[in-house]
């Protein structure tokens, strides 16, 4: 027996201190709170990458758009004030620090506020080069409306996965974030890959591409289902143990992880990310430049 369940961060940290008492191995696939592998748990594994791994990103990402001359002086981060939220702000105020990055704001809010009215004034006085947005589904679509209502947009908006991956979020504010750019451990790729090949796959059954939470959600299933099929048990322990042993290769992966490999916290040690842009009605690739399959285009269009 074992479990891959939980989205939210802070239903994963309640969920695997269960599974850690009754000793049932809790794969999670989506949920990026640090916490959640650094509590000394045996019975925890995550494939993803987690909060500093996207705040590293977003600081090398900035910091190479200051070697090509573009002003970054100063950025902001809004995030809502749940596990999820506050782990991910602490790391990129963490990475900002450490890149020299001036954070000219930090605007916490309440997840599923019905009126952010009062945060986009704060963002627009602060006047960033770079806001990044740590905020789930209707939140992001509220910022968006918000933001084109009192007629605001900042050069570069960053969202932090989440609402900006979830599959509502290009028909209902699609044509007011062209240019927002987003971080995923997930790109179609090129035809004869395996992400391109899984998302045709998808594509066919459901109609749309896979994202970035549903493809690091179908990677943990099949991480998981490699496990029990080399231990060829469904006792605790042995998947246990088999889940200790994991050893995939990037060609083994339909998502762009560098592999598979759980440190002694059951944290995947090979997880990756890199930025994605909405170009359009779709998302691509942008950096790293050694993965991106199309131009970075600055300043961000929004609505104009």
């Known amino acids: 027996m074992a479990m891959l369940v939980s989205y939210h961060s802070s239903v994963s940290m309640i969920a695997t201190a269960v599974a850690e008492r009754q000793g049932v191995p809790y794969l999670v696939a989506d949920s990026v709170a640090l916490n959640i592998t650094g509590r000394g748990f045996k019975w925890t594994f995550r494939t993803g990458p987690i909060a500093s791994d996207f705040a590293k990103a977003y600081a090398g990402f900035l910091t190479d758009l200051r070697k090509s001359g573009r002003k970054i002086d100063k950025i902001a981060i809004v995030n809502e004030n749940t596990d999820y939220g506050t782990s991910v702000a602490g790391s990129i105020l963490d990475a900002a620090k450490a890149a020299n990055i001036t954070v000219a704001a930090q605007i916490r809010y309440n997840a599923n506020s019905p009126d952010v009215s009062a945060q986009v004034i704060q963002l627009k006085t602060a006047q960033p080069d770079v806001a990044i947005f740590i905020s789930n589904t209707a939140d992001t679509i509220l910022y968006f409306r918000t933001m084109k209502n009192l007629d605001y947009l900042p050069a570069i908006i960053i969202g932090d996965d989440a609402g900006f991956s979830d599959p509502t979020f290009i028909p209902n504010v699609g044509d007011l974030a062209q240019g927002a750019i987003n971080r995923s451990a997930f790109d179609i790729g090129k035809p004869g890959s ?97 993965l991106a399959t199309n131009k970075l285009e600055l300043p961000m269009k929004g609505w104009k």
Do not use: C, H
């Open 194 to 290: 395996n992400s391109y090949i899984v998302n045709q796959m998808f594509k066919a059954k459901y109609g749309r591409d896979l994202d970035d939470t549903s493809a690091r959600w179908m990677q943990g299933f099949l991480v998981l289902a490699d496990a029990i099929n080399r231990t060829g048990s469904t006792e605790p322990e042995k998947i246990q143990a088999a889940l200790k042993a994991t050893d995939l290769k990037p060609e083994q992966l339909m998502i762009g992880y560098n592999g598979v490999q759980f440190d002694e916290t059951g944290q995947n040690t090979l997880a990756a990310t890199f930025l994605i842009q909405l170009q359009g009605q779709q998302y691509v690739s942008i950096w790293p430049e050694n």
